[in-house]
């Protein structure tokens, strides 16, 4: 069992005189930022369509893509990627700028969380079907960490509504539902600090919006849209923007709909939405952690970034962790951001475009039998992923 270091940890946020260190770190401040602008897309409100968007490489092929290619959005750039875990990318989609998070449905749409709104995406014929601006007024259209727009994004149960969390750069975030039949935007929610991920319950009625720097989850009830905040802070809040010790991003457990939100490889707060109650359960990897995922067993896959204390954390890793409780932590090289899982469960693969420096333009692929490891070059900075 891992000891919880509580003086290390609750002592990990800014001072004044490491404020030109977490400049350059990023993931704790929060600050909104600007790393790079270009021009506002359309103010208008008005969908965008894209009837060749497509870029496909020579022998891209042009039918629906094999089972098992992978989606990746390429942070760094305006596009998503398409993978093969073989042989590395196949071509890409542009779609907006500093595409985030993604979802696929099961008609083989991508959504994808764009700075600039939602992009559309046909995987089979690989096009840009459209890209539909937010309501939200999150600034210029930036690239970076702490660039407005889009980040979490979820689909409904039913199709029908596609659910995602929009940066306002020094302020709180919304939530902003789409109906996927009109393309258009019908409500706007109001949630927390930078909403990393979103996330839906299994039956539809709840969305959660996990708010990197309120340290919460916003519990949104899909038919009367109600927020309601839940903190989340199993090591407190203790040096607000500055402090490392937040939320990234949660899984919801199969078994019971509770959300999982792994912190820092050592703890795992169980949160009830219902009750708004977090148990803590301990955790092994000891290293700053951000993507999560889940699979239909309950099994949770955790991306390790790498430490923030090299004197005292551990390095990049992949922990999965059995529904028992159980741990196996697979080392990495580099940090990492997000994780997918094969339909067989014998495979992972995780995302080296990083919400912060010292990010690749890559994939880990593990195989989560042997714990082999290998890189695949792909995409740019990708940081989303899906496997279709």
Excluded at 55 to 77: E, H, I, K, N
Excluded at 122 to 140: I, K, N, Q, W
Excluded at 319 to 338: D, I, K, N
Aim: glycine share 14%; net charge negative.
């Amino acid at each position: 069992m891992t000891k919880f270091r509580r003086a290390s940890r609750s002592a990990r946020v800014l001072v004044p005189g490491a404020v030109a260190v977490a400049l350059l770190a990023g993931c704790a401040q929060g600050s909104g930022a600007v790393e790079s602008a270009s021009p506002a897309s359309g103010a208008s409100g008005a969908v965008t369509p894209a009837p060749s968007a497509a870029a496909p490489l020579p022998d891209a092929p042009t039918t629906s893509p094999a089972p098992g290619t992978l989606l990746v959005t390429d942070f760094g750039s305006d596009t998503v990627t398409f993978v093969d875990p073989e042989r590395g990318a196949t071509g890409s989609v542009k779609v907006g700028t500093a595409p985030y998070g993604l979802v696929l449905g099961g008609d083989g749409r991508a959504w994808v969380a764009t700075a600039e709104g939602v992009a559309v995406v046909d995987t089979a014929t690989r096009e840009r079907l459209a890209l539909v601006p937010y309501r939200t007024d999150s600034g210029p259209v930036t690239t970076g960490e702490y660039r407005g727009g889009g980040m979490g994004i979820a689909l409904s149960p039913d199709g029908r509504r596609v659910y995602v969390g929009v940066n306002v750069p020094g302020g709180n975030g919304t939530l902003e539902v789409l109906d996927t039949a009109a393309l258009r935007f019908t409500d706007t929610v109001p949630v927390g600090r930078r909403p990393f991920d979103v996330d839906v319950s299994r039956d539809g009625a709840e969305v959660y919006v996990t708010n990197h720097d309120s340290f919460d989850v916003t519990v949104v009830a899909a038919g009367s849209l109600s927020p309601r905040r839940v903190e989340v802070a199993p090591y407190g809040t203790e040096g607000g923007l500055g402090s490392w010790l937040k939320p990234h991003y949660a899984a919801v457990r199969p078994s019971d709909g509770k959300l999982l939100l792994p912190f820092e490889g050592e703890r795992l707060a169980v949160v009830d939405p219902r009750t708004g109650r977090t148990t803590i359960e301990p955790m092994t990897a000891n290293t700053h952690q951000h993507g999560a995922a889940v699979t239909a067993d309950g099994t949770l896959l955790t991306v390790g970034t790498g430490p923030i204390d090299p004197d005292v954390d551990e390095g990049p890793s992949l922990t999965v962790r059995t529904p028992g409780g159980t741990e196996r932590v697979y080392p990495l090289e580099g940090p990492h951001e997000s994780v997918a899982v094969s339909r067989d469960g014998h495979t992972a693969y995780v995302t080296g475009g990083f919400t912060r420096d010292g990010y690749w333009d890559g994939l880990t692929v593990v195989d989560l039998d042997s714990g082999d490891t290998r890189r695949l070059p792909a995409g740019s900075r990708p940081l989303g992923i899906v496997v279709l």
